[in-house]
């Protein structure tokens, strides 16, 4: 048999990945929503802030490695 | 000497010299080597993701060397089908997360190989200081299929169909085939088995012939923050997995053993003191359960090896070990049939013993199961425990013995042997018996023996 599993692997990330970066932004926007709609519960919302800059971080991190490779381009 | 399982790698070799393993760098890898120290070691390191190292004055003898490194020592190398579920995931995590901070770095780890993954005091290191690359723009993660196979499928497998299911790993020494994962786990695992397990298999079912086309098109190009995202993801699913309701026949031990604390702590003063006669750098238990006993092993300042069959017991030892920090190792073995050498002309994975001499082992209340759960003659055991290591303590369970009785109750007692005469003759035949004592509460007889030479 000549099997070229490996090619298969390549490719499956380009789906995987698309699917990835969705799931960054809905993460993001879920915050955004629970932070706008969500009852404010003085002792969940230090555990809330924290988890939105958290997330807003990642993306900020993400968006920054974009522009890098932007600029090295 | 050459080690013979790095005889893939072309950037470098593992040799063993006076029995401290050291690393040959060679010149091809001399520029990802360099980036590495400048970029990823000191974060890689300080956050306990990569074993430590220093390079050695010596050059390489052969020709294309450019620089020896002496990593910190791994007291036992294990294998993955030897790891309970937390250490494969743990063992994971470690590879993607060493992978992403690279990336940060412009450079990936580009192997994802269980095999690269050790536990020094109870925690995952990657061991292999040349698996980094620099980053391609726009390539995907060339280890992403091996990451699959290695880890995804077996963790996956073990969480959502049976915890034995890494058992697999014995057999594909690469990982198990991802159509095979995919076959075994249906439709559990949700839509993060439907992407790394089932798409991926289909997918490389569907593309299994490309090389036969002439032309085909052989690259694909996937953004960094595509990527990025891809292993964030990755991470975070790996996180989520866990065993639910497993629950195994020695799980809880040690709250149905037929001890009463009283015994169990003379038992355990009788073990201390039997251990300080030896006063071991390095010791396996076999049929450690929770490591209670192993630990006691600990106290010369030396390393130890946790050995039991039930892959519940090691993970809870596995989860007390990893965050306590200790020098022990919790591994999953079947004394009936114990990790053999595998791979590459039977020298890539090598069997228990061919890893280690220790100078100790504790068998602790399992002399019973090996000869009458399992039918082996005590001096067939003798034997091959003589041949393991200097020193044993045993513990001899007689036929009153509840446990035992229990043992009996379902077969046909033909062991007339098995009494405490029988095993001092046995064991006798191999060994030259220093001391014994009564277990004071129980009828179980501890002895400290000396294997001949």
Not at chain 2, 86 to 97: E, I, P, V
Not at chain 2, 219 to 243: G, P, Y
Not at chain 2, 319 to 342: F, M
Not at chain 2, 398 to 415: G, M, N, W, Y
């Amino acid at each position: 048999m000549y099997l070229d599993p490996g090619f298969a692997s390549m490719l499956i990330q380009i789906i995987i990945a698309a699917f990835a970066v969705c799931g960054a932004y809905l993460f993001v926007f879920k915050n955004k929503v629970k932070s706008l709609f969500g009852r404010k519960n003085p002792e969940n919302a230090e555990q809330e802030a924290a988890a939105e800059a958290e997330a807003k971080a990642k993306v900020a991190a993400l968006k920054a490695a974009v522009r890098k490779e932007e600029e090295d381009k | 000497m050459k080690e013979f399982s790095s005889f893939r790698d072309p950037s470098g070799a593992v040799l063993v010299q006076d029995g401290v393993v050291v690393r040959q760098i060679n010149c091809c890898y001399q520029k990802q080597y360099e980036a590495l120290m400048e970029k990823l070691y000191g974060p890689l390191t300080a956050k306990g993701l990569l074993v430590c190292h220093k390079e050695l004055p010596a050059k390489p003898e052969e020709e294309n060397g450019f620089l020896m490194i002496q990593p910190e020592q791994i007291p036992y190398i294990s294998y993955p089908y030897e790891w309970s579920f937390g250490q494969l995931k743990d063992a994971a995590l470690t590879t993607l997360r060493i992978h992403r901070a690279a990336l940060d770095q412009n450079m990936i780890l580009k192997d994802a190989s269980a095999y690269n993954i050790q536990f020094l005091k109870g925690r995952p290191v990657l061991i292999d200081t040349l698996s980094f690359d620099f980053y391609q723009e726009g390539a995907p993660w060339i280890a992403y299929g091996q990451f699959c196979r290695h880890f995804m499928a077996p963790l996956m497998l073990m969480a959502y169909r049976d915890i034995r299911l890494n058992q697999l790993l014995r057999i594909y020494i690469d990982g198990i085939p991802i159509d095979l994962a995919d076959r075994l786990l249906g439709r559990k695992g949700g839509f993060a088995a439907l992407q790394h397990i089932h798409w991926h298999a289909q997918s490389s079912m569907k593309h299994a012939q490309d090389g036969k086309q002439p032309g085909a098109v052989r690259t694909v190009r996937i953004s960094k923050f595509s990527h990025m995202a891809m292993i964030d993801s990755m991470i975070r699913i790996v996180e989520k997995l866990q065993l639910k309701g497993v629950e195994t026949e020695w799980g809880d031990y040690y709250a149905h053993t037929n001890y009463t604390e009283d015994a169990a702590q003379s038992k355990e003063q009788l073990v201390a003191s039997f251990i300080n006669e030896v006063r071991p750098a390095t010791t396996w238990d076999f049929g450690a359960n929770d490591g209670r006993y192993t630990r006691l092993a600990l106290a010369h300042g030396g390393s130890a090896v946790a050995f039991d069959i039930d892959p519940i017991a090691v993970e809870r030892n596995y989860h007390a070990v990893n965050s306590a920090g200790e020098n022990l190792l919790p591994l999953l073995l079947d004394l009936t049939n114990p990790s053999p050498a595998i791979g590459f002309a039977n020298r890539e994975r090598r069997d228990i013993a061919g890893r280690q001499t220790p100078d100790l082992i504790l068998m602790l209340a399992v002399i019973h199961h090996l000869a009458i759960s399992n039918n082996l003659p005590m001096e067939k055991i003798g034997e091959w425990v003589a041949s393991l290591a200097k020193h044993l303590i045993i513990e001899f369970v007689p036929k009153e013995d509840s446990q035992v009785k229990t043992l009996l109750a379902t077969r046909d007692d033909i062991f007339p042997d098995y009494t405490e005469q029988g095993f001092e003759a046995a064991f006798s035949r191999h060994f030259e018996i220093l001391q014994k004592s009564r277990v004071s509460e129980t009828c179980r007889t501890l002895y400290l023996m000396r294997a001949k030479a």
